[in-house]
């Protein structure tokens, strides 16, 4: 039985269009997309389900494994791998924080330029560079933390440099946290990690 056309269809400007005179060729267009749309809606769902249901696992074989041993964890249960007793599958629960900067960073980059300006007739170029893009904004005015996190790593013994790099780490403040539930697959012990793809545009 075909499926019975609306009396109006919503433009993109918002108007109600009767549906006689929509072109043939825009209705199934819109037939398509809309189809498709409620698949995607479906599958998402399952996702996000599939997503807390393994989330609930893993925590409750980890806290029944740690009961075991008289040992509670509480809510701080970290990054968890588990392997099959093959070593064939793994399931991985990573924890990412998501994490910016306070005021103090200025602080941090005016020390930081100091001791460029301090060093500027013998400044690497490259050092200069690194600083620079370290710091640079992008359109949404956030840093690159890990940019700014990486100046760490250089091995530099100037006091000014090393007072920066202390600020930098207290100037670090968690904004949130996010779980990622991911689920490897091999085909034998040596041979390397798949990723099972969850999400659609990597599908």
């Given amino acids: 039985m075909p499926t019975k056309q609306p009396a109006t269809m919503t433009d993109a400007q918002g108007r109600e269009v009767p549906t006689q005179y929509v072109q043939k060729y825009d209705r199934q267009r819109d037939r398509v997309v809309r189809s498709l749309h409620g698949q995607a809606v479906k599958l998402h769902e399952q996702i996000v389900k599939f997503r807390e249901t393994a989330k609930e696992k893993i925590f409750s074989f980890v806290d029944s494994a740690a009961a075991q041993h008289g040992v509670s964890l509480g809510g701080q249960r970290g990054n968890i791998t588990l392997r099959s007793f093959d070593g064939l599958v793994k399931v991985q629960l990573a924890i990412q924080d998501r994490i910016e900067f306070d005021e103090q960073l200025a602080i941090a980059q005016q020390l930081i330029t100091e001791y460029l300006e301090e060093i500027s007739k013998g400044a690497d170029p490259a050092l200069v560079q690194l600083v620079h893009k370290a710091f640079y904004a992008d359109q949404r005015g956030r840093l690159r933390t890990n940019a700014v996190l990486g100046l760490r790593t250089l091995h530099i013994k100037h006091a000014k440099w090393i007072k920066a790099m202390e600020i930098i780490m207290n100037s670090i403040v968690v904004q949130a946290s996010k ?23 990597a599908a």
Avoid: F, G, H, K
């Avoid at 990622?180 to 798949?194: F, H, K, L, M, P």
């Fill in 179 to 201: 779980q990622y539930v991911r689920i490897y697959t091999r085909e034998s012990a040596d041979a390397d990690w798949q990723l099972i793809p969850l999400n659609i545009a």
